[in-house]
């Protein structure tokens, strides 16, 4: 949709609905007390219905827009998003834990001013300009082929489907093996009924999100920057995305390592440190890893297709992170009943992502992924002097400042 009309038009709506179900939120108690408990698990079922739909209005046209505007520097736009999200999310974070506790743990105060933040969202959202409005002759849509029809974005519907057919067998690799990798990324809440049964206070919890949140943040800044290979526009087109994917493969495989780490501290550290650690090295990954798994699809999809290149991962992966949440329950349920506690998420968590880093391995190998050929990184600049180089997808020097 986004593709078609406008990217923005689909922040705003999603950021309106944000705001709009904070309050479903809060009067989980009332409901509670007022239809008993099939009538709060209903409640409770829309109104995860409705966050979980409207992070997908909000995010994916948001990455779509960062990925057109930064041009080489993706990975660094995409970092500079997710790290500034994590910066405001360890802030919220440690906002709710202060609530939580001079309100004496009431969740309906805390739900209750997540309204504030939700709100100024969308009127910062709406009162943006739209930076879709202002492009000259939509360079997406020439570099697809096509003349600008059907929306700013230059894609008209009736070409739509054939240009998404065009997503060449490198995104699909890619596509494939993050969407195993989505198998560990199962609920916090999995982590917080096993922080319960530990027997460390529940009030740590939003200290605990928070450093993991701090972490990623810094994670996030530090690695994007470095995987974008901004600082070695001096080099040809061919050497750059050579070095490009083994900074990608250096990071990817850092934050794989990681969350098996964080899986293996939750499941088999009983101690609050080992909480503390696992929370910390959820925080790694997430920093080292979401972005860049963005960054990674977007370099092999069309410029135009950028909003669909990420849509239609979030379709797919949304069934392997449901499958995956399943099986935690059901694993979880099974190592309780055989007196071990509820790790038996964590125990999926470190297979998945055992199974996943070895389809990365193989996609590098013997597929396309590690192809340089098909990696798109930008238009070659050269600030100064210097010529050679031919075409090729070249990094304009420099990072991206600001998401």
């Known amino acids: 949709m986004g593709d078609l009309w406008s990217h923005k038009a689909l922040m705003v709506f999603g950021a309106v609905l944000f705001a709009l179900g904070r309050p479903m939120f809060a009067a989980t108690g009332w409901v509670h007390a007022t239809y008993g408990v099939a009538g709060i698990l209903t409640w409770l079922s829309v109104a995860r219905l409705v966050d979980k739909v409207t992070k997908g209005f909000r995010d994916t046209p948001m990455k779509a827009l960062i990925a057109q505007k930064a041009g080489p520097n993706k990975a660094a736009g995409l970092a500079s998003k997710a790290a500034y999200q ?54 997406a849509a020439r570099d697809a082929g096509g003349a600008p029809a059907g929306g700013p974005s230059g894609l008209s519907p009736g070409g739509y489907l054939s240009r998404m057919r065009s997503l060449p067998p490198a995104y699909w690799q890619a596509a494939a093996v993050f969407s195993v990798l ?20 529940r009030t740590l919890i939003p200290t605990m999100v928070s450093l993991n949140m701090m972490v990623a943040f810094l994670a996030s800044k530090l690695s994007g920057a470095w995987v974008s290979c901004g600082d070695l526009h001096h080099l040809s087109g061919g050497e750059v995305r050579r070095e490009h994917l083994r900074r990608r493969g250096l990071a990817l495989g850092v934050g794989y390592v990681a969350l098996a780490g964080a899986n293996a501290s939750f499941g088999l550290l009983g101690q609050q440190w080992g909480m503390w650690l696992g929370w910390a090295l959820v925080g ?60 038996g998420c964590f125990a999926l968590g470190f297979a998945a992502v055992v199974a996943s880093g070895a389809l990365l391995a193989a996609a590098h190998l013997f597929g396309d992924m590690g192809r340089p050929e098909y990696v798109q990184l930008g238009k070659l600049k050269r600030g100064g002097g210097g010529g050679g180089g031919g075409g090729g997808a070249v990094p304009a020097g420099g990072g991206l400042k600001a998401s």
């Open 86 to 139: 994590n910066l405001a999310n360890a802030a919220g974070g440690l906002a709710a834990s202060w609530l939580f506790a001079v309100s004496g743990a009431s969740y309906t105060t805390c739900f209750l001013f997540a309204v504030v933040p939700a709100v100024a969202a969308a009127v910062i959202c709406a009162a943006l300009p739209d930076p879709e409005v202002h492009d000259e002759p939509h360079e």
């Open 182 to 201: 989505m198998l560990a990324r199962f609920e916090a809440s999995f982590v917080n009924i096993h922080i319960a049964w530990t027997g460390v206070s």
């Open 284 to 343: 790694a990954h997430m920093g080292l890893t979401h972005s860049l798994i963005g960054a990674t699809l977007q370099s092999y999809a069309p410029p135009a297709l950028a909003g669909t290149a990420f849509s239609i991962f979030d379709i797919v992966s949304a069934s392997f992170l449901f499958a995956g949440n399943l099986w935690a329950g059901q694993l979880s349920d099974l190592t309780s009943a055989a007196g071990h506690g509820p790790v």
